[in-house]
């Protein structure tokens, strides 16, 4: 249940239902129910019922934005790390 957060490129993990927060190319890594986010270019990964989130960059719009990932749903997977391609989808890492 406890809370981390990294910095540019660096790693976060939490433990069940806790919340991993990693910057800029970061990895964030949360136990079940918990909630993993990843700045631009980085990796989240989270277990049983978490929540994946990653900051992606549209070309297109010129800004950046997030794409929220459920796992146990649209084929995400417990314990699987995970990174946004250039069109903002969810891939494995």
């Known amino acids: 249940s406890g809370t981390a957060t990294a910095g540019d490129s660096g790693t976060a993990t939490a433990g069940d239902s806790g919340t991993a927060t990693a910057g800029y190319s970061g990895t964030a890594t949360a136990g079940a129910f918990g909630t993993a986010t990843a700045g631009a270019f980085g990796t989240a990964t989270a277990g049983c019922s978490g929540t ?39 891939v494995r890492a």
Do not use: F
């Not at 990653?54 to 997030?66: F, G, L, P, V």
């Not at 997977?77 to 995970?82: L, M």
């Open 52 to 90: 994946i989130v990653i900051e992606w960059y549209d070309r297109k719009a010129d800004r950046y934005r997030r794409t929220v990932g459920y796992v146990g749903e649209q084929g995400i997977e417990a314990n699987a790390a995970y990174r946004c391609d250039e069109a903002g989808k969810l």
